[in-house]
């Protein structure tokens, strides 16, 4: 009886390692598939939250608007939290470019939600 049980142990190790991928392997030959493949472009949206940054943001939605991504696939939000500055001046320069700014009047920061 021993010798049946470290037999059968062998038989199951030697089968976890090669049996069963051996055995995928065939069924895979035996009953293939097409793979149908496609390119999927999802649609992108990036939230930008911003305070008086009317040195970077010129810079940072240039950056954005020069990435290789079709442009109907993406939206840029600009999130302005109270901004006193030119900011919201800057961003409204780029809304026929796709750019959309939410302007919040009230600075807000991280004290609640914001939308």
């Known amino acids: 009886m021993p010798e049946i049980i470290f037999i059968g142990s062998?038989?199951?190790?030697?089968?976890?390692?090669?049996?069963?991928?051996?055995t995928l392997?065939?069924?895979?030959?035996?009953?293939?598939?097409?793979v149908k493949s496609a390119e999927i472009l999802p649609t992108v949206s990036f939230i930008v939250t911003v305070h008086n940054e009317e040195?970077?943001?010129q810079g940072k939605l240039e950056n954005t608007f020069s990435l290789d991504y079709p442009k109907d696939r993406f939206q840029i939000l600009v999130a302005s939290d109270g901004?006193?500055?030119?900011?919201?001046?800057?961003?409204?320069?780029?809304t026929d470019q796709g750019a959309e700014l939410v302007?919040?009047?009230d600075r807000r920061g991280n004290h609640g939600t914001v939308f």
């Open 103 to 105: 302007d919040l009047p």
């Open 55 to 57: 040195a970077r943001i």
């Open 10 to 22: 062998i038989f199951l190790v030697f089968f976890a390692y090669f049996g069963y991928p051996a």
């Open 83 to 94: 901004s006193n500055d030119r900011t919201n001046q800057i961003v409204r320069g780029y």
């Open 25 to 34: 392997v065939l069924v895979s030959w035996i009953r293939g598939r097409d």
